[in-house]
């Protein structure tokens, strides 16, 4: 069963034991080095593992521990500079998905190496999970999974474009390349776009606004949001969602899925199939390589 997002509220009571909170929040930090101590202190001490980046632009991440743990957590961000109504998006794992805490300076929390794009700015307009299925099903738009190729590889929305890139980085190159083919002559389709939290839809619909493209849209909450929400007898999603921790994947209501991590290549191999991303066969599934 989903857990219902409170972005505002107490974390919800949760059963198995261990809550995982995915969150980001594009803010203005003038000084990350003094955020990143007292913020790593708090997780120790709550016992919450996971990650956090922070960056001028802002905080994001995925943190997982006790329900009261995270909920202490998630006060403190929220008392950072412009951070009051941060995102977040609850799940819940049968074990602790993480080995250990870490909070970590980056240029970017979600790195594009686009410095002149801010979401703050402009953004395309967002979607509600129970409004996404019809946009995307209208044939004047064009539906773009804006993730690696290695987490479209176990699931995505059906009639999707893959771009087909191993890194957020590749985005902008990709789409300037293929804007012509894409886009078309004439009146432009609209455009939908969608990822895992919604953070990289923020800046791909940004970077989208800032080439001139003007009918732009993304998901709210990202893929999970839509997994939560949306019944899976009315989904248009096809396969599982991977997700950056020891749960590898997660499917409808948001629970854990079938999937394990290929030594190989670190990509995802649901159930019995080969790895879909190096074709490596069952028997060597187990821990990526690192």
């Known amino acids: 069963m989903g857990v219902t997002s409170d972005q505002q509220g107490d974390v919800p009571e949760l059963a198995p034991p261990v809550c995982v909170a995915a969150l980001y929040k594009f803010a203005s930090f003038a000084d990350c080095h003094a955020l990143r101590g007292p913020l790593l202190d708090l997780c120790e001490a709550e016992g919450v593992r996971g990650t956090l980046l922070l960056a001028p632009e802002g905080i994001n991440g995925t943190i997982a521990g006790p329900a009261d743990g ?17 995102d977040v998006k609850f799940s819940t794992a049968q074990a602790m998905p993480f080995g250990r805490m870490k909070v970590r300076i980056k240029r970017e929390i979600v790195t594009m190496g686009q410095p002149d794009i801010d979401p703050r700015a402009s953004v395309g ?34 009639g999707a474009i893959d771009p087909k890139t191993s890194s957020f980085r590749e985005f902008p190159d990709w789409f300037r390349r293929e804007r012509s083919r894409l886009l078309g002559e004439g009146t432009p389709p609209k455009v939908a776009m969608f990822c895992t939290g919604g953070i990289r839809c923020e800046k791909s619909t940004a970077f989208l606004k800032a080439e001139g493209v003007d009918e732009v849209y993304h998901l709210k909450g990202g893929i999970l949001a839509y997994l939560e929400h949306v019944p899976p007898e009315q989904s248009l999603w096809q396969g599982e969602c991977f997700v950056f921790d020891e749960r590898v994947a997660i499917g409808h209501g948001l629970v854990e899925g079938e999937s394990t991590l290929c030594r190989d290549c670190g990509g995802a191999i649901v159930a019995d199939q080969e790895c879909a991303v190096c074709q490596a066969e069952v028997s060597d599934i187990g821990a990526p390589r690192t």
């Open 125 to 158: 307009t967002y979607v509600a999970p129970h409004d996404w299925n019809a946009l995307i099903a209208d044939p004047a738009t064009i539906v773009i999974d804006t993730r690696n190729s290695y987490e479209v590889a176990i699931g995505t929305f059906s």
């Open 70 to 86: 995270i909920a202490r957590v998630l006060d403190h961000i929220r008392t950072l500079p412009d951070c009051a109504d941060l």
